[in-house]
């Protein structure tokens, strides 16, 4: 993946679904802690897209237990499809030895940071940015927005980290966040997620299926009027707040 510029990642538990990712998405995110034998799934892998290995703990969102989670992670690292693993900023901060480990299989890491409940003050999320920057490759910083002012800190601070020369995801995850996934570009974010079209409803409110971000995302590159596709998303948002913790 070219990394100066943005890439779409398609989440997935299902690597037998990724021909419904291609022409839309530039890489898919393998959910580990979701799949069914995730390790079987990698080595029959024969898809087109590269893979970013994801196996999110229970404390963060996910689904792994923690025994032998990272052990898991690591082998999918060693797979040839796989170019990108996601390690939680906590983990790095707690095992900064393993990061080594893993740069030792040549591939990229994201360090990211979920925060379910809000969005932090300027000061904290630009920290949080820069901290996930200095362990890894790219800084992945998802916050819940529970206002517009939310949303607006979060692309001052995908900007802001921009301008600094870091590689940015920036996510503002719920429903009044969900335009972020598609103007995050427009500030510098580098990666961004959506799920295949019968997935939204295992994720987050503020989920946008994958073919819409990247009609959306196709949409601005055009020139066409920024609030028309704030109009699009909001009128795609789900109502429902039944939903698993996840971006």
Known sequence: MDREEF????????????????????????????????????ENYDGELPIIATNRSQWFGGNAIDHGRLDRLMEA???????????????????????????ETDIELIISFHEFEETPDQTTLDAIIEECAQYGDIAKVATFANDR???????????????????????????????????????????????????T???????????????????????EAATQIIDGVEERAPASHGYSQTD
């Open 201 to 223: 409803s295992e994720y987050a409110p503020g989920q946008i299926s994958l073919q819409r971000v990247r009609s959306l995302i196709d949409a601005i590159e055009q020139g």
């Open 7 to 42: 890439a779409l990642a398609a989440t997935t538990n299902d690597l037998t679904r990724e021909s419904e990712a291609r022409g839309a998405a530039d890489c898919i995110e393998f959910r580990m802690d979701k799949a069914e034998d995730p390790l079987a799934q990698l």
């Open 149 to 199: 002012t939310d949303t607006l800190r979060m692309l001052r601070a995908i900007n802001s980290a921009t301008e600094d020369g870091i590689q940015i995801a920036g996510i503002s995850m719920g429903e009044i966040g969900s335009h972020v996934r598609v103007l995050g570009p427009l500030y510098g974010s580098k990666l961004g997620y959506a799920p295949l079209e019968t997935d």
């Open 77 to 103: 690292a060693r797979s040839e499809s796989v170019e990108m693993v996601d390690i939680e900023l906590e983990t790095a901060r707690g095992k900064e030895w393993v990061l080594e480990e893993f740069r």
